[in-house]
Protein backbone atom coordinates (compact mmCIF):
# COMPACT_ATOMS: atom_id res chain seq x y z
CA UNK A 1 0.00 0.00 0.00
CA UNK A 2 1.59 3.94 -1.15
CA UNK A 3 -0.69 5.68 0.96
CA UNK A 4 -1.78 7.37 -2.11
CA UNK A 5 -5.64 6.92 -2.26
CA UNK A 6 -7.90 6.89 -5.47
CA UNK A 7 -11.36 7.37 -5.79
CA UNK A 8 -13.37 5.56 -7.28
CA UNK A 9 -11.67 2.80 -8.76
CA UNK A 10 -14.29 2.23 -11.98
CA UNK A 11 -16.14 4.40 -13.85
CA UNK A 12 -18.05 3.61 -16.90
CA UNK A 13 -20.10 7.12 -18.41
CA UNK A 14 -21.75 7.98 -21.48
CA UNK A 15 -19.29 10.76 -24.43
CA UNK A 16 -20.09 14.32 -23.54
CA UNK A 17 -20.53 13.54 -19.63
CA UNK A 18 -18.02 15.56 -16.70
CA UNK A 19 -16.61 13.29 -14.39
CA UNK A 20 -14.03 13.97 -11.16
CA UNK A 21 -11.20 12.23 -9.78
CA UNK A 22 -9.98 11.91 -6.37
CA UNK A 23 -6.57 11.73 -4.56
CA UNK A 24 -5.56 11.78 -1.50
CA UNK A 25 -1.96 12.37 -1.01
CA UNK A 26 0.54 10.16 1.44
CA UNK A 27 0.35 11.66 4.96
CA UNK A 28 2.82 14.50 4.45
CA UNK A 29 3.55 14.70 1.22
CA UNK A 30 2.63 18.01 -0.35
CA UNK A 31 2.80 17.22 -4.36
CA UNK A 32 0.35 15.79 -6.28
CA UNK A 33 0.50 14.86 -9.55
CA UNK A 34 -1.59 12.91 -12.29
CA UNK A 35 -1.05 10.87 -14.99
CA UNK A 36 -2.88 9.37 -17.72
CA UNK A 37 -1.95 5.72 -19.18
CA UNK A 38 -3.51 4.29 -22.66
CA UNK A 39 -2.11 1.08 -24.17
CA UNK A 40 -0.93 3.11 -27.25
CA UNK A 41 0.38 6.34 -25.53
CA UNK A 42 1.98 4.98 -22.33
CA UNK A 43 2.31 6.92 -19.10
CA UNK A 44 1.23 10.66 -20.16
CA UNK A 45 1.98 13.71 -17.45
CA UNK A 46 -0.65 15.63 -16.97
CA UNK A 47 -0.26 18.57 -14.59
CA UNK A 48 1.62 19.06 -10.92
CA UNK A 49 0.26 20.61 -7.98
CA UNK A 50 2.30 22.06 -5.07
CA UNK A 51 0.59 23.25 -1.72
CA UNK A 52 -2.01 24.32 -3.54
CA UNK A 53 -0.62 25.96 -6.31
CA UNK A 54 -0.13 24.46 -9.94
CA UNK A 55 3.76 24.04 -10.26
CA UNK A 56 3.86 22.01 -13.85
CA UNK A 57 1.62 21.42 -16.62
CA UNK A 58 2.14 18.50 -19.08
CA UNK A 59 -0.02 17.03 -21.92
CA UNK A 60 -2.77 18.27 -20.23
CA UNK A 61 -6.22 18.65 -22.32
CA UNK A 62 -8.19 22.09 -22.51
CA UNK A 63 -11.35 19.77 -21.47
CA UNK A 64 -9.42 18.84 -18.58
CA UNK A 65 -8.62 20.33 -15.28
CA UNK A 66 -7.32 19.98 -12.06
CA UNK A 67 -7.25 21.35 -8.37
CA UNK A 68 -5.51 20.81 -5.05
CA UNK A 69 -7.27 22.06 -1.85
CA UNK A 70 -6.38 23.45 1.38
CA UNK A 71 -6.53 20.00 2.99
CA UNK A 72 -4.14 18.70 0.07
CA UNK A 73 -6.70 16.32 -1.50
CA UNK A 74 -6.19 17.04 -5.11
CA UNK A 75 -8.95 16.12 -7.70
CA UNK A 76 -8.94 15.84 -11.58
CA UNK A 77 -12.25 17.27 -13.69
CA UNK A 78 -12.77 15.50 -17.05
CA UNK A 79 -15.39 17.20 -19.45
CA UNK A 80 -16.84 17.12 -22.66
CA UNK A 81 -15.44 13.40 -22.52
CA UNK A 82 -14.94 11.44 -25.58
CA UNK A 83 -14.47 7.53 -26.20
CA UNK A 84 -10.46 8.43 -26.81
CA UNK A 85 -10.23 9.52 -23.18
CA UNK A 86 -10.57 6.14 -21.57
CA UNK A 87 -7.73 5.30 -19.94
CA UNK A 88 -6.12 4.39 -16.81
CA UNK A 89 -6.02 7.88 -14.12
CA UNK A 90 -3.07 7.90 -11.75
CA UNK A 91 -2.21 10.42 -8.97
CA UNK A 92 0.80 10.47 -7.73
CA UNK A 93 2.56 11.93 -4.65
CA UNK A 94 5.73 13.55 -2.78
CA UNK A 95 7.07 15.57 -0.48
CA UNK A 96 9.02 17.96 -2.16
CA UNK A 97 8.09 20.41 -5.11
CA UNK A 98 11.62 21.14 -6.90
CA UNK A 99 12.91 17.84 -8.42
CA UNK A 100 10.77 14.67 -9.03
CA UNK A 101 12.22 12.93 -6.07
CA UNK A 102 10.23 9.81 -4.58
CA UNK A 103 7.11 9.91 -5.66
CA UNK A 104 4.26 7.15 -4.64
CA UNK A 105 1.29 6.14 -6.85
CA UNK A 106 -2.00 5.16 -6.23
CA UNK A 107 -3.94 2.08 -7.47
CA UNK A 108 -5.76 4.27 -10.22
CA UNK A 109 -9.33 5.33 -10.99
CA UNK A 110 -10.27 2.99 -14.92
CA UNK A 111 -12.20 5.53 -16.86
CA UNK A 112 -14.70 4.05 -19.69
CA UNK A 113 -16.46 6.27 -21.88
CA UNK A 114 -19.19 4.90 -23.99
CA UNK B 1 12.22 17.13 -29.21
CA UNK B 2 12.31 15.42 -25.63
CA UNK B 3 12.07 11.53 -25.77
CA UNK B 4 12.34 8.51 -23.80
CA UNK B 5 12.87 5.31 -25.69
CA UNK B 6 13.55 1.72 -23.47
CA UNK B 7 14.10 -1.69 -25.11
CA UNK B 8 13.51 -3.91 -25.56
CA UNK B 9 9.71 -3.47 -25.49
CA UNK B 10 9.19 -7.53 -24.29
CA UNK B 11 11.51 -9.79 -22.61
CA UNK B 12 11.41 -13.47 -21.37
CA UNK B 13 13.93 -14.56 -18.84
CA UNK B 14 14.64 -18.14 -17.69
CA UNK B 15 14.71 -17.81 -13.92
CA UNK B 16 18.32 -17.14 -12.90
CA UNK B 17 19.15 -15.94 -16.38
CA UNK B 18 20.93 -12.25 -15.71
CA UNK B 19 20.38 -9.32 -18.29
CA UNK B 20 19.91 -5.74 -18.83
CA UNK B 21 16.85 -3.36 -19.51
CA UNK B 22 17.80 -0.07 -21.55
CA UNK B 23 15.94 3.30 -21.18
CA UNK B 24 17.54 6.07 -23.65
CA UNK B 25 16.96 9.65 -23.32
CA UNK B 26 17.61 12.96 -25.20
CA UNK B 27 16.15 16.19 -23.04
CA UNK B 28 17.55 19.50 -22.54
CA UNK B 29 18.11 20.05 -18.44
CA UNK B 30 17.68 16.33 -17.15
CA UNK B 31 17.07 16.54 -13.33
CA UNK B 32 16.55 13.27 -12.72
CA UNK B 33 15.91 9.37 -13.92
CA UNK B 34 14.22 7.31 -12.31
CA UNK B 35 12.90 3.91 -12.68
CA UNK B 36 9.62 2.16 -11.45
CA UNK B 37 8.01 -1.48 -11.36
CA UNK B 38 4.50 -2.20 -12.56
CA UNK B 39 2.33 -5.10 -11.91
CA UNK B 40 -1.01 -5.70 -14.04
CA UNK B 41 -3.64 -3.38 -12.78
CA UNK B 42 -1.49 -1.38 -10.23
CA UNK B 43 0.23 1.82 -9.92
CA UNK B 44 3.71 2.01 -10.43
CA UNK B 45 5.67 0.98 -7.55
CA UNK B 46 9.23 3.62 -7.58
CA UNK B 47 12.64 1.84 -7.56
CA UNK B 48 15.76 3.98 -7.90
CA UNK B 49 16.22 8.15 -8.58
CA UNK B 50 19.75 8.95 -10.23
CA UNK B 51 20.70 12.44 -10.89
CA UNK B 52 24.20 12.27 -12.46
CA UNK B 53 26.04 10.18 -15.15
CA UNK B 54 27.84 7.51 -13.44
CA UNK B 55 26.02 6.90 -10.66
CA UNK B 56 24.79 3.87 -9.75
CA UNK B 57 21.78 2.14 -7.30
CA UNK B 58 20.93 -1.08 -5.74
CA UNK B 59 18.20 -3.11 -4.35
CA UNK B 60 18.24 -6.65 -4.22
CA UNK B 61 18.60 -7.73 -7.71
CA UNK B 62 18.14 -5.00 -9.36
CA UNK B 63 20.90 -2.36 -10.33
CA UNK B 64 20.56 0.98 -12.10
CA UNK B 65 23.07 3.03 -13.86
CA UNK B 66 23.52 6.24 -15.57
CA UNK B 67 25.48 7.98 -18.83
CA UNK B 68 24.98 10.86 -20.33
CA UNK B 69 22.71 9.17 -22.90
CA UNK B 70 21.29 6.15 -21.25
CA UNK B 71 20.33 4.08 -17.66
CA UNK B 72 20.47 0.43 -17.40
CA UNK B 73 18.77 -1.62 -14.91
CA UNK B 74 20.37 -4.48 -14.43
CA UNK B 75 18.11 -7.67 -13.24
CA UNK B 76 20.92 -10.43 -11.60
CA UNK B 77 19.68 -13.93 -11.01
CA UNK B 78 16.14 -12.63 -11.38
CA UNK B 79 13.21 -15.01 -10.34
CA UNK B 80 9.48 -15.29 -11.29
CA UNK B 81 8.23 -12.59 -9.20
CA UNK B 82 10.55 -9.89 -10.73
CA UNK B 83 7.82 -10.16 -13.46
CA UNK B 84 6.76 -6.92 -14.12
CA UNK B 85 6.37 -4.07 -16.40
CA UNK B 86 9.62 -1.82 -15.82
CA UNK B 87 9.54 2.21 -16.64
CA UNK B 88 11.60 4.66 -16.87
CA UNK B 89 11.16 8.29 -16.94
CA UNK B 90 13.39 11.67 -16.44
CA UNK B 91 12.21 14.68 -15.04
CA UNK B 92 13.66 17.98 -17.67
CA UNK B 93 12.81 21.59 -17.09
CA UNK B 94 9.27 20.73 -14.96
CA UNK B 95 8.28 18.12 -17.56
CA UNK B 96 8.14 14.63 -16.59
CA UNK B 97 8.19 11.99 -19.29
CA UNK B 98 7.77 8.17 -19.03
CA UNK B 99 9.35 5.46 -21.21
CA UNK B 100 6.26 3.30 -22.29
CA UNK B 101 8.18 0.41 -20.60
CA UNK B 102 9.77 -3.20 -21.09
CA UNK B 103 7.54 -6.13 -20.12
CA UNK B 104 9.58 -8.46 -18.39
CA UNK B 105 9.09 -12.53 -17.83
CA UNK B 106 10.72 -14.54 -16.03
CA UNK B 107 9.96 -18.52 -16.63
CA UNK B 108 10.23 -20.98 -13.41
Known amino acids: DSGVTQTPKHLITATGQRVTLRCSPRSGDLSVYWYQQSLDQGLQFLIQ???????AKGNILERFSAQQFPDLHSELNLSSLELGDSALYFC?????????????FGQGTRLTVV | EDQVTQSPEALRLQEGESSSLNCSYTVSGLRGLFWYRQDPGKGPEFLFT???AGEEKEKERLKATLTKKESFLHITAPKPEDSATYLCAVEADDKIIFGKGTRLHILP
Open chain 1, 49 to 55: YYNGEER
Open chain 2, 50 to 52: LYS
Open chain 1, 92 to 104: ASSVGAVGYTEAF
